[in-house]
């Protein structure tokens, strides 16, 4: 496989763990409940509008290299990993957000050597800002759930 080839496939598992990880969010959104409703509600909110708006941006990206990126849900979800059970509780739902998000940063870590590789400075530069807000994501849900 080439460099460029490994590059759009390590692309297309972002993309697909992307929409594992926001369909599991919006869900979790529409479905928190508990003293903390409100804050959560609006977490979950403001964090499944940024995976949305990420998928359109990595989606272009591969299309950018001369690839097509997934087109139906299928497809997604063949590249985006097993699927949690969904959660019941608030403490369950940042729980399991928390494991996607440290699975999605594992991936972005990897991608993102993969692009260095295929000397791909603009994959590069957009897979470390992902990394950038996961890891931001994620040390305020772990500081939260303290």
């Known amino acids: 496989m080439t460099d460029t080839t490994q590059n759009i496939a390590s692309l297309n598992a972002v993309l ?7 369909i599991q969010t919006h869900g979790y959104h529409w479905n928190v409940e508990g003293p903390n409703f409100r804050q959560l509600h609006m977490t979950f909110e403001e964090q499944y509008q940024n995976l949305w708006a990420a998928l359109d941006e990595i989606a272009e990206r591969i299309r950018a290299l001369g690839a097509y990126a997934p087109g139906n849900v299928a497809a997604l979800m063949a ?7 969904p959660a019941q509780s608030a403490e369950d739902m940042i729980a399991k ?15 993102i050597k993969t692009a260095a590789a295929a000397e791909d400075e603009v994959s590069v530069g957009f897979l470390t800002n992902r990394l950038e807000w996961h890891e931001k994501e994620l040390w305020m849900m772990k500081a939260g759930a303290r």
């Open 79 to 85: 590249l985006a990993g097993p699927e949690e059970e």
């Open 97 to 111: 957000l928390i494991v996607g998000h440290e699975a999605l940063t594992k991936t972005l870590r990897a991608a």
């Open 16 to 22: 697909g763990e992307t929409f594992r990880l926001y």
